[in-house]
């Protein structure tokens, strides 16, 4: 019987961010600045993978999201100080309402679940715990990579064996994680809660807009 893989994003496609930009909000009203403004220049920050090259651990990288937002607006380790904080309630992220029962429905059809995750490893085990089902799980710190490089997409193929027959990759990141799919040739799934549009012309094999609605497209 041939072995059946999925492989996923975590953040956005698994698990809620929402409390990690909650936390940055909560900093900025303390130190008085505009909330809304600061978590957007976080997230872009954090998005921008030019600020992970050469490879940083999450926690360096998250640290160093702060220090910037501090030079942004012209502060002084305010921001910085926080970032054990900011960690914290990264860790403390909450899976979307019907993941769990998902997965477990995934599992039930024969489906080993792989994650493929910008974390580290200090971070991602309360964010698999999260989630109560078992996982194979990678993180940017075991590939010393970042998704989109491809370098993680390469070696999580070459070790499980993966084919577009016997795969689908799940992700939320259309940049992160649909363009180099599409480049490695995988199938994929993109979970679009956002209803975002994509901004090339790569598309994914299916779109949904939660993760339950994937299981259609399973074979």
């Not at 956005?12 to 957007?40: F, H, M, Q, S, W």
């Not at 029962?101 to 971070?123: A, E, R, V």
């Not at 996982?135 to 998704?147: L, P």
Request: aromatic share 14%; proline share 5%.
């Amino acid at each position: 019987m041939m072995e059946k893989y999925l492989t996923f994003d975590c953040y956005g496609t698994l698990l809620n961010e929402e409390n990690t930009y909650a936390e940055i909000e909560i900093i900025a009203k303390r130190i008085g600045v505009d909330p809304k403004l600061a978590c957007k220049r976080f997230i872009a920050y954090q998005d921008d993978r030019n600020n992970m090259h050469p490879y940083l651990d999450y926690a360096i990288l998250t640290r160093n999201n702060l220090i910037h937002l501090d030079y942004l607006f012209d502060l002084t380790h305010e921001f910085e100080k926080y970032y054990v904080d900011v960690l914290i309630a990264h860790r403390s992220l909450k899976p979307f309402a019907e993941v769990i029962n998902t997965l477990q429905k995934f599992i039930d059809q024969g489906y080993k679940l792989i994650m493929m995750s910008n974390s580290s490893w200090d971070i991602i085990d309360a964010n698999v715990k999260a989630l109560k089902v078992p996982f194979d799980v990678w993180t940017a710190e075991d590939v010393h990579a970042y998704k989109p490089d491809l370098k993680f997409f390469k070696i999580i193929e070459n070790y499980y064996g993966l084919t577009p027959k016997n795969h689908f990759h799940i992700a939320q990141g259309y940049s992160s994680d649909i363009i180099p799919a599409d480049k490695m040739n995988w199938p994929s799934i993109w979970v679009n809660r956002p209803k975002d549009l994509p901004d090339t012309t790569v598309l994914p094999t299916h779109m949904v807009e939660s993760l339950d609605q994937v299981l259609p497209y399973l074979r």
